[in-house]
């Protein structure tokens, strides 16, 4: 099973991906992680492509992340692709309360980079995370309704999630479904 989670920033993707991920019992691929280095610095796309198609080389997983320009890597085999698509408000409100977390924790957020939020950068920065999801919310919700009338390929099911509650129950669902298959 090969699953892409997509969602604009602070949708809580990586939370739902992680989740499915745990429930399945397959590999979770962060996006960020491939991309980030230390320092902030940014992978070229040779870089990014070449860490995604051996992280992709796995039988199963769930990705999580976007980045349109990886498509046609993390498209050719995938099986589910899932719209994490709350709210506008809802949205907004966990970029801030994730930016405000990590900030207050002051962890690393991705092993090795020594990458940290800063009041500056969430708050203050053309690069702050709350700012790139204002910025990007209507543009990314249009993108994806397009994407639900033309997917990659046949075999690919697409699947938008409209709030917590059906996140958990898809998870609860499918999860299900798969322990079935797996007894079969």
Not at 51 to 76: C, F, S
Not at 130 to 144: C, D, M, P
Request: avoid cysteine; charge should be positive; proline fraction near 2%.
């Amino acid at each position: 099973m090969r699953i892409n989670v997509i969602g604009t920033s602070g949708s809580g993707k990586s939370t739902f991906a992680k989740a499915l991920a745990h429930k399945l019992a397959v590999p979770y691929i962060e996006m960020d992680a491939l991309y980030w280095k230390a320092n902030w610095g940014e992978s070229s796309d040779a870089e990014l492509f070449a860490k995604l198609e051996q992280a992709l080389a796995q039988p199963a997983w769930v990705l999580d992340g976007n980045y349109k320009r990886t498509q046609p890597i993390k498209w050719r085999n995938v099986e589910t692709i899932i719209w994490v698509d709350y709210s506008f408000g809802r949205t907004l409100f966990q970029a801030v309360k994730r930016a405000v977390q990590r900030l207050w924790s002051g962890k690393e957020i991705w092993a090795g980079t020594g990458n940290r939020e800063t009041f500056r950068k969430s708050f203050l920065s053309r690069d702050s995370i709350i700012l790139w999801t204002l910025k990007t919310f209507f543009k990314n919700r249009r993108q994806y309704q397009k994407l639900m009338g033309s997917l990659p390929n046949d075999g690919v099911t697409f699947i938008r999630l409209r709030s917590h509650s059906q996140a958990d129950d898809y998870i609860s669902r499918f999860a299900l479904k798969h322990e079935e298959a797996k007894k079969a």
